[in-house]
């Protein structure tokens, strides 16, 4: 039997974490043979229902479960993790658009990426979910100044999902046999769901759709996808965020399967012409640990038109938390 590994989540009595605690349980984010320590964190409001997901998941009787902490304090929360997922921030409402949020939510993880720096494990993997995540991911990555900002990703899994799943639902295929779509930029309304590498079933998945409707009602769709869901259900998205959580970090450790890749907020090298240095939602391909962005893809001029967008609202996004972002110190930051 394997050691176990620490898994700290933030936000851990949160709607998101209410799917997602019992799936990691279960060994659906890292294996079926690797014990889980986990360490939830949450404010100190929280810790009563916190206290009651703990004893719901002692009565699930985990085999991979190997033990739970409670933690109203980052810093002791994050000691020795493998693995973070910084959740807890404030969900948007109705009418907002995610970076309204930043406010708010930029402050924490500031202080998050600075405990990272100092008391996760060194090959520590970062995942941001809390909104605006890439951003978010951005500050936490900079307070870290020890670690490589390629151990800060931000999720964009969810909008991966979102493209295969409804166009599985408008052709009538498996989502599985639709591969190689790629959610370019920011986790927000400019991104770009981009099909034009995507197939369905090994051929060419644009000439087998209408083109006006891509272009004029998918994409919007895609982009719109998570006010809809809070119009309709008066709270964000949770068991679809709690499921792409699972996916995007089970697809960072384990793979990503042959002839097909996933999209993933990292700290962009400027391949595509994008600027250094932001977190930015590219297509990328996973093995032993490590991600690596698929190189060589053509880019229409429709498409630099949406990356070139989604690129400068991250600028701008960038632009409004530099008092959170410490100089520069390496290279590869
Ligand atoms: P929620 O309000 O149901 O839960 C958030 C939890 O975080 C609360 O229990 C709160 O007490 C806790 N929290 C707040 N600040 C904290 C801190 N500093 N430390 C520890 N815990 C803290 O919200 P939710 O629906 O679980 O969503 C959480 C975040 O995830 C929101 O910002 C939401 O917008 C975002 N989100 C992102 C995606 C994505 O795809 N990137 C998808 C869905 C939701
Ligand atoms: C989503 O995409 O569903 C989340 O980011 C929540 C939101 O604010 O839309």
Request: charged share 20%.
């Amino acid at each position: 039997m394997k050691r176990p590994v620490r898994i700290a989540i933030t936000g851990a009595a949160g709607s998101i974490s209410h799917s997602l605690l019992f799936k990691i349980a279960t060994g659906e984010m890292i294996g079926q043979d690797q014990p889980v320590i986990l360490q939830l964190i949450e404010m100190p409001q929280a810790m009563e229902p916190l206290r009651g997901i703990a004893m719901e998941l002692e009565d699930c009787a985990f085999p991979l479960l190997h033990s739970i902490s409670l933690h109203d304090n980052f810093e002791e929360g994050v000691v020795g993790a493998h693995y973070v997922l910084l959740i807890g921030a404030k969900p948007r409402g109705p009418g907002m658009e995610r970076s309204e949020l930043i406010a708010t939510n930029a402050p924490i993880f500031a202080h998050q990426g600075q405990a990272i720096n100092k008391l996760a494990n060194r090959d520590v993997k970062v995942l941001v979910v809390g909104n605006p995540a890439n951003t978010n991911a951005l500050i936490a990555s900079r307070n870290a100044p020890d670690l490589s900002p390629a151990q800060f990703t931000a999720l964009t899994r969810l909008d991966h999902n979102r493209t295969r799943g409804i166009m599985a639902n408008h052709t009538g295929a498996n989502p599985k046999d639709i591969r190689r779509v790629t959610v370019w930029g920011n986790h927000s309304s400019t991104q770009f769901p981009d099909l034009h590498h995507a197939t369905i079933y090994g051929e060419p998945a644009l000439p087998q759709i209408d083109q006006d409707w891509y272009r004029d009602t998918f994409i919007e769709k895609i982009q719109k996808r998570g006010s809809a869901i809070i119009d309709a259900r008066g709270h964000s998205s949770a068991a679809s965020a709690a499921q792409a959580i699972i996916n995007h970090m089970h697809d960072w450790i384990n793979g990503t399967p042959e002839n097909d890749w996933v999209s993933m907020g990292i700290v962009s090298d400027g391949s595509y012409g994008i600027e250094k240095g932001i977190i930015y939602s590219f297509p990328v391909r996973c093995d032993y640990g490590r991600y690596q962005i698929v190189q060589g893809l053509e880019i229409s001029e429709f498409a630099r038109e949406k990356m070139t967008l989604s690129e400068q609202e991250l600028l701008t996004e960038m632009e409004t938390v530099k008092d959170l972002l410490p100089k520069e110190t390496g290279e590869s930051h």
